[in-house]
C-alpha cells in the first residue's frame, strides 16, 4: 500500500493504538473483577429472582465493556450501531415473546 | 473496467467502513439472533418445567470460572494482536496470537474434562432438560470456539503471507477475526452464570 | 454498442487476466452474473420438479384411491402399490412440495437469481463485494438441495411432516426427516452467506452519484430482503439443531413429558415443549413469506416504471413502507398460532401487528396501482405478468386478513382457505413477478429477446389456470375441508358438497402445466434463436441497461456514474421519453 500514508499517519495512528491497548488492559481487569463478582453473588444464595436479576446485570455490564472496547464499538461508525440496533430490537421479542405466550393461555377450568 | 473491488482495504468515503468490517458485523449479528434463538429455548423451557436443578448439582462450578478467565485472557491477546500489526509489529503479532489460540486449546481442554466427567457419572444430553439444555448451548458455544481457533489458526499461519503483500489488508483481516472472537467470549459470558449458576 | 465490440472489449481485459477454463468460468464462477443464472437455472429447475410432486398429489385429491395410469406404476409398489397412493407418500409429497418451492425454488430464483444478476449492475458495481462467498452460497444451496433430493430414496421416504416440521411428529418421524434438517441447514448458510454479501454490496459499492434515494425499487426490495434473511433464520437453524439433538441426541427439547406413540409410552426425558418448535419455525417462517414476496414486488416495479413510461407513484413511500414492513414482519409470527392455546392477551398482540403489517403492503400496492394511471403503457410480456400481478396479489393480501383477526381463524385455521390465501400471494403473485422479470431481463444476460407471441400464451394461460386452480380453495376453506388431507375430505360429511372443486384444481393445475411448455421453449430457443438486441432493448433507465449485452467480466466499459434518480421517464423538455441514470445532464 501507498508509503507515504502509512509514514504520515503512523504517528496518530500508533497514539491511537496505544490508547486503545491501554483501555483494554483496564477492561480486563474489570472483567476479571465482575466475573469476581458473578461467582461470588451465588455464594450469597440470594432469592431465586434476585440471583437472576444480578447475574444477567453483571453479565450485561460484562458484556457491554466486551463489546464497546474489545470490539472497538465505542469509536464505530454509525451504519454499524444501525445494524446492531435494529438486532438488538429484534432479539428481545425472540427471547420473551414465546415464554409469554406460554405463560398467557386459555385455562379450562 | 477493472475487475477490482473497491473498499476492500481502504473505507468507503461516506460510511468510513471497509467491505469486510461491515460483513463481520452483520455475520455478528446473526450470531446474536442464533444464540438468542437458544436463550429463548432455555427461558421456554426453564419457566415451563415443573423443577430446574441448580447447576450446581451437575456442573463443575470451578473449572467453568477458570475456562470464563481463560476466555476472557484470550479477548485481550486478541487486541493485543491485531494493535502488534497495527504498529508493524509482525513478530509480537505471531505471540500473541498463539497465545489466542492456545487459550481457545485450553478451553476445549477443560470442556472436554467436563464432558466425559458428565459421561462417567452417567448424565448425557437424553438424561433430562437441563443437561439436554447444557450440552447443546455449550456445544454450539464450542463449535464456534474451534471455528474461531480454525480461523485464528489460519491467520497465524498461512494466512499470514499476507503481510507480506498487503500488510494494511491483512491487519483488517486480524481484527475482523478478533470481533468473531470477541462475541464467542460475550456469549460465554452470558452462558456461564445461566447455566451453572442459577 | 455492438455486441461484437462488447465482446471483443471484454476479451481483451479478459487476456489481462488470464484465460479462464470451463470449470472456472461456468461452474466454479465467482463473476455474480454467472452465479446468478446457476442459482436462476438451478431454481427454476426445482420449482418445475415441486410442480410435478404438486401434480401427483392432485390425482389423489381429485381421484381418491384411483389409480394412476402409467406414473402410478413407474413409482413402485414402496410408494404406490398398484398405482394407488399410500398415504404416507402423499404426506412426502405435500412436505416436500412446500420446502422445495419454498426454500429451493422461490427464494433462489428470486434472491440468489435475479439478486446476484441485477443487483451489481443496477448500482454500477463490477461485482458483489465478496465474489468467493458468492460461490459459496450457491454451492451451499446445491448441496442442500441435493441433500433434500436424496432423502426421497432414504428407507421411509423424504421428509413427510409437512414443510413446517412440528414436532412431536417430526421428531419420531423417519430418517427423512433427519436428512430434510441437515438439507436446512445447508440452505440456511447458503442464504445467510448471500445475504451478508447483498447488504454489503447495497451499502459500499454503489457508484458516484447513487445515494440511496435514487436506487432503483428493486435494489431497495433485494436489501430489506437480505436483512430479513440475515436476521430471521438463525432462529430456525438453531431450531434444526435443537430438533437434530432430539433425534439423534434422544434429548427431549420439543417432547412433552408422558408423550405416547403408538399405545406406548415414549422412552425419552420429557418436560420439553413443542410449541417451542413452533415459535421458533415461525420467527423464520413468517419473514420468509416477506422474502418471496418482496423480490417480486422490485420487479414489478421495474417493469411498470419502464413500461408506463413515466416514474413510480410514491417511490418514498414505498421504500419506507418496505422498512416498515420488515421491521414489523419480526413480530407477528404467533399470528401462524392462534389455536395453540394463547391467551387473549398474547393472541391480541399478534392480532394487532398482524393488521398493521397489512397496511405498508396496501401502501405498495396501491403505489403500483396508482403508477399505472397517465402511463403510456407498453404490453409486453413483461408488462403483462406485472400487471397480472396486482390483482393477484390483491386477492392474496385480502384473503389474508380474516385469517390475521383470531375469531374468524379459529373457524379458517388449517383449511383450504389458508391454502388459497398463500398460493395466490406466492403462485400468480411472486412467480408472476418473477415471470416478468425473467421476459425482462433475459435480454440483459444474453444479447437476445424472447418471443413475444409465446409470452403472450404463455401470460394467458398461466394466468386463467391460476384461478382455476386456487380460487375453489377459498369455497373448499370457508366449508370447513382441512388441509394435508390424504383424500381431499372425502371421509368427512361436512366436505361432502364441495367435494368436485378437487376435480376442477385438479384440472386447473394440469392446464397451468400445459401452459408452462411455450415458456420452457421459448427460454432455450431465445438464447440461441431469439431476436438480437443492444444494450438497452426497453430505453429503460436504471444502470444495469447502460452495460452491453451480455455484459463482460467487470460489467461496465467505462465506470458509471448515475446524476439522477432512476424512473426519470417523460421528462418535460427531455430529447427522449426517458433520460437514464446514466447520462450527463446536457449542459
Request: hydrophobic share 50%; net charge neutral; with cysteine.
Amino acid at each position: 500500500m501507498s508509503e507515504s500514508h502509512d509514514t504520515k499517519n503512523a504517528h496518530a495512528g500508533h497514539a491511537d493504538v496505544d490508547h486503545h491497548v491501554r483501555a483494554a488492559y483496564y477492561v480486563f481487569g474489570s472483567l476479571l473483577v465482575l466475573t469476581g463478582f458473578t461467582v461470588g453473588a451465588y455464594f450469597l444464595h440470594l432469592p431465586h429472582k434476585l440471583a437472576i436479576t444480578l447475574a444477567l446485570l453483571i453479565a450485561t455490564v460484562k458484556g457491554t465493556l466486551v463489546a464497546a472496547w474489545f470490539m472497538h464499538l465505542v469509536s464505530e461508525r454509525k451504519m454499524i450501531f444501525w445494524m446492531l440496533g435494529l438486532t438488538a430490537v429484534l432479539f428481545f421479542p425472540l427471547l420473551l415473546l414465546p415464554t409469554l405466550t406460554v405463560l398467557d393461555r386459555i385455562m379450562l377450568r | 473496467m477493472s475487475m477490482e473491488i473497491p473498499y476492500t482495504v481502504d473505507v468507503r468515503p461516506d460510511t468510513g467502513l471497509t467491505n469486510g468490517k461491515l460483513g463481520i458485523w452483520l455475520f455478528l449479528a446473526s450470531e446474536v439472533m442464533l444464540f438468542g434463538a437458544l436463550f429463548a429455548s432455555y427461558v421456554m423451557l426453564r419457566v415451563g418445567a415443573h423443577e430446574w436443578p441448580a447447576g450446581a448439582t451437575y456442573l463443575n462450578i470451578p473449572l467453568a470460572t477458570l475456562n470464563t478467565v481463560i476466555l476472557i485472557s484470550s479477548s485481550v491477546t486478541m487486541v493485543l494482536a491485531w494493535a502488534s500489526l497495527a504498529k508493524r509489529d509482525f513478530s509480537r503479532f505471531r505471540v500473541f496470537m498463539g497465545i489466542t489460540i492456545l487459550c481457545g486449546l485450553g478451553f476445549l481442554v477443560i470442556k472436554y474434562f467436563e464432558y466425559t466427567s458428565k459421561f462417567h457419572h452417567g448424565y448425557f444430553p437424553a438424561t433430562n432438560t437441563f443437561l439436554g439444555v447444557y450440552f447443546t448451548l455449550t456445544g454450539l458455544h464450542g463449535l464456534h470456539v474451534i471455528g474461531g481457533m480454525a480461523v485464528n489458526g489460519y491467520l497465524w499461519g498461512p494466512g499470514s503471507a499476507l503481510w507480506k503483500t498487503d500488510p494494511v489488508h491483512f491487519t483488517n483481516r486480524v481484527e475482523n477475526a478478533g470481533l468473531f472472537w470477541h462475541l464467542v467470549n460475550l456469549v460465554w459470558i452470558f452462558l456461564f452464570p445461566i447455566l451453572y449458576l442459577l | 454498442m455492438g455486441l461484437e465490440t462488447a465482446v471483443a472489449h471484454g476479451a481483451a481485459h479478459d487476456a489481462q487476466h488470464e484465460e479462464l477454463g470451463f470449470w472456472r468460468k461456468y461452474v466454479f464462477s465467482v463473476d455474480h452474473k454467472m452465479i446468478g443464472i446457476q442459482y436462476a437455472i438451478t431454481g427454476l429447475l426445482f420449482l418445475l420438479f415441486g410442480f410435478c410432486l404438486m401434480m401427483l398429489m392432485r390425482w389423489q385429491l381429485a381421484y381418491p384411491g384411483a389409480a394412476l395410469p402409467i406414473l402410478g406404476t413407474l413409482l413402485g409398489e414402496a410408494r404406490m402399490p398398484g398405482g394407488t397412493m399410500l398415504p404416507e407418500f402423499y404426506n412426502e409429497l405435500g412436505a416436500m412440495h412446500g420446502t422445495i418451492m419454498v426454500f429451493m425454488g422461490v427464494v433462489p430464483l428470486a434472491v440468489g437469481g435475479f439478486g446476484n444478476f441485477v443487483l451489481p449492475l443496477q448500482i454500477g458495481a463490477p461485482d458483489m463485494a465478496f465474489p468467493r462467498i458468492n460461490m459459496a452460497s450457491y454451492w451451499s444451496y446445491f448441496v442442500g438441495g441435493s441433500v433434500m433430493l436424496a432423502s426421497f430414496f432414504v428407507p421411509g421416504g423424504a421428509a413427510q411432516s409437512g414443510w413446517t416440521s412440528y414436532s412431536p411428529l417430526a421428531d419420531i418421524a423417519g430418517s427423512g426427516q433427519t436428512w430434510w434438517l441437515f438439507g436446512m441447514v445447508f440452505l440456511i448458510t447458503s442464504s445467510l452467506l448471500g445475504s451478508i454479501n447483498f447488504i454489503v454490496t447495497t451499502i459500499q459499492l454503489r457508484a458516484p452519484g447513487l445515494s440511496f434515494w435514487r436506487l432503483p425499487f428493486f435494489v431497495w426490495a433485494q436489501f430489506v430482503t437480505s436483512f430479513l434473511l440475515l436476521l430471521a433464520f438463525p432462529p430456525l437453524e438453531g431450531a434444526a439443531f435443537l430438533q437434530l439433538m432430539d433425534r439423534l441426541a434422544k434429548t427431549s427439547f420439543f417432547l412433552p413429558s408422558g408423550l405416547v406413540v403408538s399405545g406406548q409410552v415414549l422412552e425419552v426425558s420429557g418436560g420439553g415443549n413443542p410449541l417451542l418448535w413452533q415459535h421458533l419455525f415461525w420467527f423464520l417462517a413468517h419473514p420468509e413469506v416477506y422474502v418471496l414476496i418482496l423480490p417480486a414486488m422490485g420487479i414489478v416495479a421495474e417493469v411498470i416504471a419502464n413500461n408506463t413510461r413515466k416514474p413510480l407513484w410514491g417511490y418514498r413511500s414505498m421504500v419506507y413502507s418496505l422498512m416498515f414492513l420488515g421491521f414489523m414482519s419480526f413480530i407477528v409470527w404467533a399470528h401462524h398460532m392462534f389455536i395453540t392455546g394463547m391467551g387473549t392477551t398474547m393472541a391480541a398482540f399478534f392480532q394487532t401487528t398482524t393488521m398493521i403489517i397489512s397496511i405498508p403492503s396496501v401502501v405498495i400496492l396501491s403505489a403500483l396501482v396508482l403508477s399505472l394511471y397517465g402511463g403510456s403503457i407498453r404490453f409486453t410480456t413483461p408488462m403483462l405478468f406485472a400487471l397480472g400481478f396486482l390483482p393477484m396479489f390483491g386477492i392474496g393480501g385480502l384473503t389474508g386478513l380474516p385469517l390475521g383477526l383470531t375469531a374468524a381463524d379459529i373457524h379458517l385455521h388449517d383449511t383450504y382457505y389458508v391454502i388459497g390465501h398463500f398460493h395466490y400471494v406466492v403462485a400468480p403473485g411472486t412467480i408472476f413477478g418473477l415471470f416478468a422479470g425473467i421476459y425482462y431481463w433475459f435480454p440483459k444476460a444474453t444479447g437476445r429477446l424472447m418471443n413475444e407471441t409465446l409470452g403472450k400464451i404463455h401470460f394467458a394461460g398461466s394466468f386463467v389456470f391460476m384461478n382455476v386452480i386456487f380460487m375453489p380453495m377459498f369455497i373448499m376453506g370457508l366449508a370447513g375441508v382441512s388441509r394435508r388431507l390424504y383424500d381431499g375430505g372425502a371421509s368427512y360429511a361436512h366436505a361432502q358438497p364441495v367435494l368436485q372443486w378437487n376435480v376442477v384444481s385438479s384440472w386447473g393445475a394440469w392446464g397451468l402445466a400445459l401452459f408452462q411448455i411455450p415458456f420452457i421453449f421459448n427460454f432455450f430457443w431465445s438464447i440461441y434463436r431469439g431476436k438480437k438486441t443492444d444494450a438497452n432493448p426497453w430505453h429503460a433507465t436504471t444502470l444495469e441497461w447502460s452495460a452491453p449485452s451480455p455484459p463482460p467480466h467487470g460489467n461496465f466499459l467505462t465506470p458509471p456514474a448515475a446524476y439522477r434518480g432512476p424512473y426519470e421517464y417523460s421528462v418535460p423538455g427531455a430529447a427522449s421519453d426517458y433520460s437514464p441514470q446514466w447520462e450527463a445532464a446536457k449542459a
